[in-house]
C-alpha cells in the first residue's frame, strides 16, 4: 500500500496575510487556489515541492471571529538544512521567532519555533 498524508489544514482569518506568510516567509508555492461561491470559501494550497505534503489554508468568507486553535492542535513541521539561516530570513521578513534555533530539551536535534499570522505553531527541524 503507497499511502502518504496529502496536506494539513488550517482555518485563516485573512488569507492575503497568509499566504504571504507562507509564501514570502516561509518560502513555500502557491500550488492551487480553488474558490467556492456556492460555499462561501476559498482554498489555497502551497508546499514546498507539489510532489510533497501540501497545507490547505481555508478562509470562509463569512467568518469574522477568530477560531479557536483548541488543545489538540500541535504544530506543522518543516525539515530545512540550516535552520539558524531561515529564522534570521524569518525575521528578516517580519516573521515572528517564539523559540529561537538551538538543541530540544532532552535531546541532540536542533529546533525553532515561529508562529504563522493565525497563531498556528509551525517547528523548524534541523535536518
Not at 22 to 37: C, D, K, S
Not at 42 to 60: A, H, R, W
Request: a negative charge; one cysteine or more.
Amino acid at each position: 500500500m503507497n499511502n502518504r498524508i496529502l496536506h494539513t489544514m488550517v482555518r485563516v482569518r485573512d488569507l492575503e496575510k497568509s499566504v504571504h506568510f507562507y509564501t514570502h516567509i516561509l518560502g513555500m508555492t502557491e500550488f492551487r487556489r480553488n474558490e467556492y461561491p456556492g460555499g462561501k470559501f476559498t482554498l489555497v494550497f502551497l508546499g514546498f515541492d507539489k510532489t510533497q505534503s501540501q497545507i490547505e489554508l481555508t478562509y470562509n468568507w463569512d467568518q469574522a471571529q477568530d477560531y479557536d486553535l483548541g488543545n489538540g492542535y500541535g504544530h506543522i513541521a518543516i525539515g530545512s538544512a540550516d535552520i539558524y539561516a531561515m529564522c534570521e530570513n524569518i525575521k528578516k521578513a517580519g516573521g515572528v521567532v517564539v523559540r529561537e534555533p538551538g538543541p530540544m530539551k532532552h535531546g541532540k536535534t536542533h529546533i525553532a519555533f515561529v508562529r504563522d499570522p493565525d497563531g498556528y505553531a509551525i517547528e523548524l527541524i534541523q535536518e
